[in-house]
T-cell receptor, first 119, second 113 residues
């Protein structure tokens, strides 16, 4: 069973606020990802990381930023939230092929998501 | 990643087998077929994957045609909790680069009581 946690589950915040969405995994996975999903729409990759001190932009442009100081932790930050940032944000992790805990065949394990509403 | 085609929605009676098709006619030799599902408002959940042989685990079975151009996910005894959007994804296990999953629109499976 996957052990990847996102907090908060729901967040309602006013425009202009700085927010950080937390994501942690206890599986020792090197790779971590952030996806964005609007209601009823497809998931889109916005950030990923190969490991500590590695961060890359995904397929969908996002004003958010990420950091990877520790293997298990991959927070996402919005410096100034806007209504256009209202969405669900999903974090995932996977190990390298050949390693235990999801490494084989690059299976991604997802957290429950954070539903963000910016007023 | 190879493109996949899935029906938009399907219904299945509770207790019956749910068979979800996926077409991937442009699949290449080193690409696997992965299935995930997303129950409303939750994160996607991995179900099963395969290369060319049929696969079975505690959740489902995966049948891949001999030419690998299509596959079927089978939930043997569907329950109401299986109502979800099911995604068929075709990709190499780890291709470097972004390595993110391309989910597409999937099939909305509705289990009827």
């Amino acid at each position: 069973e996957a052990d990847i946690y996102q907090t908060p589950r729901y967040l309602v915040i006013g425009t202009g606020k700085k927010i950080t969405l937390e994501c942690s995994q206890t599986m020792g996975h090197d790779k971590m990802y952030w996806y964005q999903q609007d209601p009823g729409m497809e998931l889109h990759l916005i950030h990923y990381s190969y490991g500590v001190n590695s961060t890359e932009k995904g397929d969908l442009s996002s004003e958010s930023t990420v950091s990877r100081i520790r293997t298990e932790h991959f927070p996402l930050t919005l410096e100034s939230a806007r209504p256009s940032h209202t969405s669900q944000y999903l974090c995932a992790s996977s190990g390298y092929p050949g390693l235990a805990g999801g490494g084989a065949k690059n299976i991604q394990y997802f957290g429950a998501g954070t539903r963000l509403s910016v007023l | 990643d190879a493109k996949t085609t899935q029906p938009t929605s399907m219904d299945c009676a509770e207790g019956r087998a749910a068979n979800l098709p996926c077409n991937h006619s442009t699949i290449s030799g080193n690409e696997y077929v992965y299935w995930y599902r997303q129950i409303h408002s939750q994160g996607p959940q991995y179900i099963i994957h395969g290369l060319k042989n049929n696969e079975t685990n505690e959740m489902a079975s995966l049948i891949i045609t001999e030419d690998r151009k299509s596959s079927t996910l089978i939930l043997p005894h569907a329950t109401l909790r299986d109502t979800a959007v099911y995604y068929c994804i075709v990709r190499v296990p780890s291709g470097g680069g972004a390595d993110g999953l391309t989910f597409g629109k999937g099939t909305h499976l509705i289990i009827q009581p």
